[in-house]
């Protein structure tokens, strides 16, 4: 049994004055930190956007943040400009210990595709690579901490599971968007998948 912690989307964009931001997603700087001490192994992952990407409803005249539009691969939920290339909300949360992760995995790069998952893109086929080097290092434990719940910590940690890993959300270490009840949603699809919802204590 070997633990990694992968650490999801802590970056100043989705903070509070940030472009999209979760609430309270600050209050995770705190538990995630905490976290990165008890583990040896830490994996972050980085929204990380082309001008003008597909999730943008800036790239699609008419539409605005929040509406929904249809893309080759189906159904997406637009979003403001967020975590673009290279600009300052792309950067990880003020803080972060990002010295002691061993990867740190880009996902959202191509102009047409979304990804919430740190495994597998919005289009369902085009794998992020995550997986394999997970299963190469030996890592068959993952707990899951970040932003937001109800997005890019559930896609991935339904993800993990489907490609086989054990998998724990740390409660304590997310916050969510909560667009309709989707943080609940989240909850119960995570659960039904059988992700472990745990808390920063009960972790040694
Ligand atoms: C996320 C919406 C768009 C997330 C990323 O990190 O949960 N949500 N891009
Ligand atoms: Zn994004």
Not at 48 to 75: C, N, Q, R
Not at 87 to 95: C, E, L, Q
Not at 157 to 162: E, F, K, N, S, T
Not at 182 to 198: F, I, K, T
Request: with cysteine.
């Amino acid at each position: 049994m070997s633990d990694l912690l992968l650490v999801i989307d802590l970056q100043v964009d989705f903070l509070p004055g940030g472009a999209l931001p979760v609430p309270e997603g600050d209050a995770v700087i705190g538990p995630v930190g905490g976290l990165i001490r008890k583990f040896p192994h830490v994996v972050l992952t980085q929204d990380w956007h082309p001008p003008g990407h597909a999730s943008f409803a800036s790239t699609h005249p008419g539409k605005a943040p929040f509406e929904t539009v249809d893309l080759p691969y189906g159904s997406q939920v637009l979003w403001p400009d967020h975590c673009v290339q290279g600009s300052p909300g792309a950067v990880f949360a003020p803080g972060l210990a990002v010295e002691c992760a061993e990867l740190v995995i880009r996902k959202g790069f191509r102009a047409g595709i979304d990804s919430y998952s740190a495994f597998l893109e919005a289009d369902r086929t085009t794998r992020t690579g995550l997986a394999g080097y997970l299963r190469e290092r030996g890592f068959t434990r993952l707990y899951l901490c970040g932003l937001a719940t109800d997005y890019c910590v559930a896609w991935s940690a339904l993800d993990a599971r489907a490609a086989g890993f054990e998998v724990a959300v740390v409660e304590d270490a997310v916050r969510g968007i909560d667009r309709d009840g989707s943080v609940n949603e989240a909850w119960a699809r995570m659960r039904a998948a059988g992700v472990a919802r745990v808390t920063s204590r009960e972790i040694g």
